[in-house]
């Protein structure tokens, strides 16, 4: 009986150049998606702590002493509706202040808890999850490039490998190591701005936290006295 033996293909002998070329558009378009994706969680951010902030100090301050000057009269109703307007409805402190008083029955010190629970809930949680897409594309896009680089040299090393003893011409490589230059030069440049954009968005999302804890500090103060009052 005749023994068959079986020959292992070569991998130079397998042309895996179009599998390579088409797999490389498939990654320029994924850093094109990466790079629009995290710009547009970047400027949404952005606008999520801007909506959720006062305009300006004057206009924090003017509301303060609105609500402190009903607070005084033991007018809680007063307060409910002074927060219960359109343009103070996605303002971070007029809603924490209307939760509030919808609870002043309760212990101050029950209130301010809860209060800071529906802070960290309802406000900082959707910054942390906006926040963690953007972290995410930071870290995705640099791997795409290298995805690309390792791409790249894989399509190069072919041609070598595949040109035998003839040899390859520098110009027949330029194509592939210039594709694993840029994507790495892509990867890059997307992660940078990103890093830059990100991190003034964690300013501002600080900035509001101070804010936001500053104004309830004389809130608390104005509702504790207006407690007393009520008991009293």
């Known amino acids: 009986m005749e023994l068959m033996t079986q020959v292992p293909v070569s991998f130079a002998a397998i042309d895996i150049a179009p599998i390579l070329i088409a797999f490389g558009y498939v990654i320029y378009a994924a850093m094109a998606i ?23 100090k004057a206009a924090s301050e003017a509301f303060l002493d609105d609500v402190g000057e009903q607070l005084e009269k033991n007018d809680f109703e007063g307060v409910f509706n002074t927060c219960d307007v359109p343009e103070l409805w996605s303002r971070a402190v007029p809603q924490l202040v209307q939760f509030a008083v919808e609870n002043k029955n309760k212990p101050i010190k029950k209130v301010k808890q809860m209060t800071g629970e529906k802070f960290s809930r309802d406000v900082l949680a959707q910054f942390e999850n906006r926040n963690a897409w953007v972290n995410t594309i930071v870290k995705s896009a640099p791997m795409l490039g ?87």
């Open 34 to 56: 990466a790079a629009v994706f995290g710009l547009y969680s970047v400027v949404a951010l952005m606008r999520q702590v801007k909506k959720r902030s006062f305009p300006g």
């Open 146 to 232: 290298l995805l690309g680089t390792v791409t790249g040299m894989i399509a190069a090393f072919g041609k070598i490998a595949g040109s035998g003893e003839s040899g390859v011409k520098p110009s027949d490589l330029a194509n592939d190591i210039s594709f694993a230059l840029f994507t790495t030069a892509y990867g890059l440049a997307i992660a940078i701005p990103l890093v830059i954009l990100g991190a003034m968005a964690q300013t501002r999302i600080a900035r509001l936290q101070d804010s936001v804890e500053e104004s309830m500090g004389y809130f608390f103060d104005d509702l504790e006295a207006a407690q007393v009052r009520s008991e009293g």
